[in-house]
Every structure is written in structure tokens, then in C-alpha cells.
């Protein structure tokens, strides 16, 4: 466990390579996916909360109980869906978003749009949830009295407020992921970490805690650039709102 570089995979051939030489091609493919998942997911989600925010009371009404289905829905179904929904969109328009990994090609975009959609339904439910609180306390009615716009309100103070209490959900979003990126991968029958696990970590605890641990640092790594970015931000907002 301690010493990675002697850790050896034995290969279909019989051949015997080093951990790091065997897993790299198939952690890079799946890092791509998750990190352009997750980016997707982010300006997406919030895309869907500005304009719920902005829609009248019975539009909301409709579209939260369209939200409570999806959102009940197993996660796995939701990303099957989503394939499919791709799919659709390639036979009606012909636009090719890659369905299988062809020699030795590996395709980026379907995977991402496929798995974004978990965190874009989690993220879209928490930044809901916390907007509407936000809207309770006086200083959102303060700003409608002081003449702002629904927009500058949203993005300068409602938004700002709740990106410190989405950060406590990352977690649960990325286990999430996870759990939905086994079956993404064998059905796209793509060449990803989990896939490699699947295969050589089942019975080697070794391998497995490694994949883990690589799994976990970039995305630990991306949660703290998020959360110094977002205290920076908040900061620097309630200096300048404090000096003027």
C-alpha cells in the first residue's frame, strides 16, 4: 500500500505492468468526465435557478412537481434516460455526440452530458432551497424597496449567499457520480476508472485504495479552489458593501 510504484497488474496477455503504467490512460478518461460533469453541471444549474427564480408563482408550482418526479427517480435511470434522450437527438437532427469508443477514440462529450444531468438536478434542487431562504431575511426586501431588479438582486446578493452552503453538498453530489459512472462506463463501453476496477481492483484492496485516493484528490483539490474563490469573493463583497 505504501509503495505504489512496485504495485504490479497482471494483464490479459500474462504480461505484468506497473499500477501507475496500467491505470493512467483510464483515469485520465474518467477525471475528464467527472471535472467536465461537474463544470457542465455548475453553469447549467445555474442557468435553471436564475430562470426559475424569475418565473411567476403557477409556472414554479407546475415545474416543481415535474422536478419532484425526476427527482425521485434512482439516479442510474436518470443518467439511462439521459442517454437515450442524446440518442434521440442524433437520430431526429443527426448530430453525432459519439456512442461507442471506436479504435481506440475516446469519446468525452455524451459521457459528460449523460452524467452531468445528477448533479445538475442536486445542485439546481440545493441553490432552489437556499435562494428561498435567502429570500426571507430583510435585505432582499430592502433591495426590492431600494428599486433593484430581480436580476442584480439574484446574482449580486441571493446567489453570492447561497455558494457557501452549496459547497456542503459537493460531497454528496460526487458519491453521486460515482455511483452512476460504473454503469455509464459499461454501457458506453468506455475505458475508465471504473471500469479498470472493476476488472483488477475486486480482488486487490491495493488497487482499489488508490484508484480512491486519485479519485479523491483533484476533486478535493477543485472544492477547495471553490471554496477560497467563493470566500474571497463573499469577502471582498462585504468590504466593499461596508466602505460604501
Known amino acids: 500500500m505504501l509503495q505504489p510504484q512496485k504495485l504490479t497488474v497482471p494483464l490479459s496477455n500474462g504480461e505484468e505492468v506497473t499500477f501507475f503504467a496500467a491505470v493512467s490512460n483510464a483515469y485520465l478518461n474518467s ?12 453553469i447549467v444549474s445555474i442557468l435553471f435557478t436564475y430562470v426559475f427564480h424569475m418565473l411567476a408563482a403557477s409556472i414554479k408550482k407546475a415545474l416543481s412537481g415535474v422536478f419532484f418526479i425526476i427527482e425521485a427517480m434512482p439516479d442510474v435511470l436518470i443518467v439511462l434516460l439521459s442517454i437515450q434522450f442524446f ?5 431526429t437532427t443527426g448530430i453525432s ?3 461507442y469508443e471506436f479504435g481506440g477514440e475516446t469519446i468525452y462529450l455524451l459521457p459528460i452530458l449523460a452524467l452531468s444531468s445528477i448533479p445538475t438536478i442536486y445542485l439546481f434542487k440545493y441553490m432552489v432551497a437556499g435562494i428561498a ?3 426571507t431575511k430583510h435585505y432582499y426586501l430592502f433591495s426590492q424597496s431600494r428599486g433593484f431588479g430581480e436580476s442584480y438582486i439574484f446574482f449580486v446578493h441571493l446567489f453570492r449567499n447561497t455558494l457557501l452552503t452549496l459547497l456542503q453538498y459537493y460531497k454528496n453530489i460526487f458519491l453521486y457520480m460515482i455511483s452512476s459512472l460504473l454503469i455509464l ?3 458506453l463501453r ?3 476508472i471504473m471500469s479498470f476496477v472493476k476488472v483488477y481492483g475486486i480482488g486487490d484492496f491495493r488497487i482499489l485504495m488508490w484508484v480512491l ?3 479523491y484528490f483533484p476533486l478535493y483539490l477543485f472544492n477547495r479552489i471553490g471554496e477560497y ?3 474571497k469573493w463573499t469577502f471582498s463583497k462585504e468590504v466593499d458593501e461596508s466602505v460604501g
Not at 477525471?31 to 455548475?42: F, N, V
Not at 440518442?87 to 437520430?91: A, L, N, S
Open 31 to 42: 477525471i475528464i468526465i467527472i471535472l467536465g460533469s461537474l463544470i457542465l453541471s455548475i
Open 87 to 91: 440518442i434521440w437527438i442524433f437520430k
Open 97 to 99: 455526440l459519439g456512442i
Open 133 to 135: 431562504e435567502e429570500k
Open 185 to 187: 462506463e459499461i454501457i
Open 190 to 192: 468506455l475505458s475508465g
Open 213 to 215: 485516493i486519485m479519485l
Open 229 to 231: 474563490a467563493v470566500n
